[in-house]
């Protein structure tokens, strides 16, 4: 498949139904138990900085961004991330974490932040969080709590229990 045959594009409200699937099919059922989600209760994910790939008019691909606070920190949690299998392994996700990260940057943001693999995001950029400086709402691997700093000691800011940035005080 030629990568032209790909775009991608900021998330719209239309894409909301498939991106659901995309993600019910990745991460099924157990997703909702996760501390990633734990932190998207309490508000909304930010569509502008939020991405999906199409080919033939379908949605094959998506990742989201969540402004979150932790401290005096604050960053963005990018995910979830997910591609259809039929398209995984050529390099989908990645474009749209390079994105996602280049929006987060134009918007200002001083981190981003995920729970996932090194081996997959470290040549991404992203580096482990020092173990017991942020706290997840549920359990984590303290290994697979990443972060890519956009501006310095931003990621230095981030301290203690991470929640979604609507509900910092």
């Given at each position: 498949?030629?990568?032209?045959?790909?775009?991608?594009?900021?998330?719209?409200?239309?894409?909301?139904?498939?991106?659901?699937?995309?993600?019910?099919?990745?991460?099924g059922?157990g997703?909702?138990?996760?501390?990633?989600?734990?932190?998207?209760?309490?508000?909304?994910?930010?569509?502008?900085?939020?991405?999906?790939a199409?080919?033939?008019?379908?949605?094959i691909?998506?990742?989201?961004?969540?402004?979150i606070?932790?401290?005096?920190?604050?960053?963005?949690?990018?995910?979830?991330?997910?591609?259809?299998?039929?398209?995984?392994?050529?390099?989908i996700?990645?474009k749209l974490?390079?994105?996602?990260?280049?929006?987060?940057?134009?918007?200002?943001?001083?981190?981003?932040?995920?729970?996932?693999?090194?081996?997959?995001?470290?040549?991404?950029?992203?580096?482990?969080?020092?173990?017991?400086?942020?706290?997840?709402?549920?359990?984590?691997?303290?290994?697979?709590?990443?972060?890519?700093?956009?501006?310095?000691?931003a990621?230095?800011?981030l301290?203690?229990?991470?929640?979604?940035?609507?509900?910092a005080?």
């Amino acid at each position: 498949m030629a990568s032209a045959e790909i775009h991608y594009l900021p998330e719209q409200p239309a894409h909301d139904a498939e991106i659901e699937l995309i993600n019910e099919e990745a991460f099924g059922p157990g997703r909702f138990t996760r501390a990633a989600y734990k932190i998207r209760e309490g508000g909304l994910h930010d569509r502008a900085l939020s991405f999906v790939a199409i080919h033939q008019d379908v949605v094959i691909a998506s990742v989201r961004m969540t402004w979150i606070a932790a401290g005096e920190g604050r960053a963005l949690l990018l995910g979830p991330l997910a591609v259809r299998p039929a398209f995984k392994s050529i390099g989908i996700g990645r474009k749209l974490v390079h994105i996602a990260i280049e929006a987060a940057r134009e918007a200002g943001a001083g981190a981003v932040v995920l729970v996932g693999d090194a081996p997959y995001y470290g040549p991404l950029g992203f580096e482990r969080i020092p173990y017991g400086q942020i706290e997840m709402p549920r359990p984590v691997d303290p290994n697979r709590l990443l972060a890519v700093e956009l501006q310095e000691g931003a990621v230095a800011r981030l301290q203690g229990d991470v929640t979604h940035a609507a509900l910092a005080r």
